[in-house]
Every structure is written in structure tokens, then in C-alpha cells.
């Protein structure tokens, strides 16, 4: 799940003004995430993994149904347990800027983006708070966490943001729908964007300092 700009991504559906408002919602985005996350699940499973009532989860999963973000997992459950899953493929929300300031459309935007970062990090603070007793030394040293500083021209940015999601395209449809044994839930994050308090190159900047060459890469180990 990403925000979004004009071009549609790969394999990545941008939600219309319906969907919008249906999504904006806290607990309809986490249970989205947690499907999105964890795979199937029920009514009660979701109830008990969120700390709600089934009835809540329940009515949630029924108004994201009808949106098309979540659907019925067929086969699989019974008439009183039934079993869900989020749609294939990726989920965008549309520019915010295409919505009057203001708008239902523009804020719900927001509340959207805002729950999937709020999501995303607490995922990933709690992999540092508790990951070390949570998994093996074999997870620790595998998981990663890079900060990479650059300078760009927005179409440079563009460029690298869309390469990235190419390579990360292949993974995706080498792997979803056919793991391997052991394999757990993981998620990658990748945040790409200009620093507010930078300021732009000068056309006379020196030439024998190749900005776009310096990093600062740190791997995070929290052992």
C-alpha cells in the first residue's frame, strides 16, 4: 500500500472516492493491514488479534466487502465462520490535491495515509523492542534497516523510486502465493522523499563533490 500519484503503479489499484470513504476508518485500515500482513482470517481471529468484538469486525469486514478491498476466502469456513482476505494486488490512495481542501475525499485521504505510516511504524518498533526474543539469531541478522542520503532532481527521484519498485515487483510475484517452508510474514519499507529543510543545488555548485554519491547506510541490530 502506497500513496499515489497520476501513474498507476505496478500491479496497484488507486481507491475512487467511495472506497476513499469507506476505508477511512482506524479500525477498517487495521484490519486491512492485518490481512494484508498475516493472510485469512475470521471475524473472531481479527477480534481477538485487535482487542475488539467479532460484531465489530464483523460489520467492518462486510463494509470493506462491498468496496471490493476485502473478499470472502471460498472453500474455506462454514456458514457461521467465515474466512477472509484482502484483494490481490496493491492498493493506492489518489493525489490529495485532485480534492478540494477540505473535502470528505481529501481528508479521508489523509486519515488514510496516516494510519498505514502509524501501522507501519509500529511494526517496525516493535520488531526492535521485541524482535531479539522473538526470533532466532538467523531473523536478526537477516532484517535490515538502510538510510540512504542522496541528491536528486525530482525526476532522478522518480526514476529511483520506480526501479526499486520493479525489483521489489519481481519478489512479489516470485514468492506471494507460494512460500517457502519456514517462511514467516515480513514486510519492506521504503521511504523516498525530499528533506523540507534542504535546499536546492546551485548551478555553480563544485563539480569535484558528487553529492549523489554520499550515503550514510546503518544496519540496525538490536542485539
Known amino acids: 500500500m502506497s500513496e499515489h500519484d497520476e501513474t498507476p503503479r505496478l500491479h496497484e489499484a488507486v481507491l475512487d472516492a467511495a472506497a476513499l470513504r469507506a476505508l477511512a476508518h482506524p479500525l477498517r485500515i487495521r484490519i486491512l493491514d492485518e490481512l494484508s500482513a498475516y493472510g485469512p482470517l475470521?471475524?473472531?481471529?481479527?477480534a481477538d488479534r485487535l482487542g475488539e468484538s467479532s460484531?465489530?469486525?464483523s460489520y467492518h469486514l462486510r463494509q470493506l466487502e462491498k468496496h471490493g478491498l476485502v473478499r470472502e476466502v471460498k472453500g474455506r469456513g462454514t456458514a457461521r465462520e467465515r474466512w477472509w482476505e484482502r484483494r490481490p494486488g496493491g492498493i493506492a490512495t489518489p493525489d490529495a490535491r485532485v480534492f478540494a481542501p477540505g473535502s470528505a475525499e481529501r481528508l479521508a485521504t489523509q486519515l488514510i495515509t496516516n494510519e498505514w505510516e502509524r501501522g507501519r511504524q509500529q511494526n517496525y518498533h516493535e520488531f526492535l523492542a521485541e524482535g531479539e526474543e522473538a526470533f532466532g539469531r538467523e531473523w536478526i541478522d537477516a532484517a535490515t534497516s538502510?538510510?540512504?542520503n542522496l541528491r536528486l532532481t525530482a525526476d532522478e527521484l522518480r526514476a529511483v523510486?520506480?526501479?526499486?519498485?520493479v525489483v521489489v515487483q519481481g519478489y512479489i510475484d516470485r514468492f506471494r502465493g507460494n512460500p517457502s517452508p519456514g517462511a514467516r510474514p515480513v514486510q519492506l519499507h521504503l521511504n523516498a522523499f525530499p528533506l523540507v529543510r534542504g535546499a536546492a543545488s546551485d548551478d555553480d555548485a563544485p563539480t569535484e563533490i558528487d553529492a549523489r554519491t554520499e550515503h550514510d547506510a546503518r544496519t540496525e541490530d538490536p542485539s
Open 42 to 46: 475470521t471475524a473472531t481471529g481479527l
Open 55 to 57: 460484531g465489530a469486525t
Open 146 to 148: 538502510d538510510t540512504v
Open 161 to 165: 523510486a520506480r526501479d526499486v519498485e
